[in-house]
């Protein structure tokens, strides 16, 4: 499993006590097919309601473009998006939504939340 949580970097959300939902959409997600080797392009995106922090978004950038590369399956590395997100983040809720363009004439959309603990 691909190890890039690093590359992610944070904010201080100046308005902790405040409840809204950011939405960040990246149109050209993409990755590998670890069994055919053939390149994978989504649509990645990202929602959340902040606690103390805001994701950077060059690093999310960079973080994405990270997988480009990647033999991991869409179930995965929308999996492992949320799990780095969150960590980062710690936020009050989260949901990745990964919606992959046909190959084969099927396409396939995996959506995860994290909600925190109360």
Not at 103 to 110: A, F, L, P, Y
């Amino acid at each position: 499993m691909p190890d890039f949580r690093h590359k992610l970097e944070a904010f201080e959300n100046r308005y902790p006590g405040r409840e809204y939902k950011i939405e960040i959409v990246a149109p050209e997600f993409t990755s590998v097919c670890p069994k055919t080797g053939q390149p994978d392009f989504g649509t990645v995106t990202i929602s959340y309601i902040p606690k103390a922090k805001c994701i950077e978004l060059k690093s999310l950038k960079l973080y994405l473009q990270s997988f480009r590369n990647e033999g991991i399956f869409y179930e995965n590395v929308t999996n492992v998006i949320l799990d780095d997100l969150a960590a980062v983040l710690d936020p009050q809720w989260l949901k990745i939504e990964a919606a992959f363009s046909a190959r084969g004439g099927i396409t396939e959309t995996v959506t995860v939340q994290h909600v925190a603990a109360v």
